[in-house]
């Protein structure tokens, strides 16, 4: 009888247990689901700002413009045959003696285009410690920024001067319901990377042209005050 209850107690104790893991593993499921999910619906939004900085790029002809002089507080602004590069740079002065610089840190992105659509996006977030004599830069190549996904951007890394990663895809970061780094990388960083240039491009365009307009406006009123001595 004793060997009887241990049975059905042991075969109880394996129902249970299994119960359990079955849970979690259906909770664990779920959130790996949920991971993907939300990784779908930030490469969307990766996508949408590639988009409108493309749009921005075509709808002002901002490739048929060499001479872009108004630029936002340490914003550099440059273009070639077939790229369009904007760079924010920051200084970090020294606590005791302000006069020297410490640091200076860059952001910078470098968009690859014909004038109507963008090809290919550079970006590279970069510190330079003058003191230590030592760089640190992340560079981001995004292959196809008008194509719905990102496990084609690749990352280099240089940390004070030494090679830590050479063009590791973005579809290799870890991406666990432990450690969802993927995620966090586009939401944290490449989201807010986009959104931050496509305003710059955009107040760039929007200045150039309003200053046309101000200059045509005050040509004409000029040119008007002249017919009043014929």
């Known amino acids: 009888m004793r060997k009887l209850y241990l049975i059905i107690f ?67 602004y440059s273009q070639g045959n077939d790229y369009i590069y904007l760079e924010k740079h920051f200084f970090v002065k020294d606590d005791l003696v302000p006069s020297k610089i410490k640091l200076k840190k860059l952001k910078s992105i470098k968009i690859y285009t014909n004038g109507t659509t963008v090809s290919k996006l550079e970006s590279i977030i970069r510190e330079e410690n003058y003191y230590e004599n030592t760089v640190s830069e992340v560079k981001i190549i995004d292959p196809t920024p008008t194509a719905l996904g990102t496990d084609d951007i690749v ?69 008007k005050d002249s017919t009043k001595y014929y």
């Not at 048929?64 to 936002?72: E, F, G, N, T």
């Not at 830590?164 to 990388?185: D, G, H, M, W, Y």
């Not at 990377?193 to 150039?208: G, P």
């Open 10 to 76: 042991i075969i109880a104790s394996m129902i249970v247990t299994t119960g359990v893991f079955s849970q979690e593993t259906k909770k664990d499921s779920l959130e790996s689901e949920a991971l993907v999910n939300e990784g779908k619906q930030l490469d969307q939004e990766i996508l949408t700002f590639c988009k409108r900085i493309e749009e921005t790029i075509a709808k002002y002809k901002l490739m048929s413009i060499k001479d872009i002089r108004l630029l936002p507080f340490q914003i550099s």
């Open 155 to 223: 990352f280099s890394y240089i940390r004070e001067n030494k090679v830590i990663l050479t063009e590791k895809r973005l579809s290799e970061v870890k991406n666990s319901t432990a450690f969802p780094i993927q995620n966090q990388l586009k939401r944290e960083f490449y989201i807010p990377h986009l959104m931050y240039f496509y305003d710059v491009l955009l107040n760039i365009a929007e200045t150039y042209y309003k200053g046309m307009k101000d200059v045509d406006s005050t040509m004409t009123e000029f040119l």
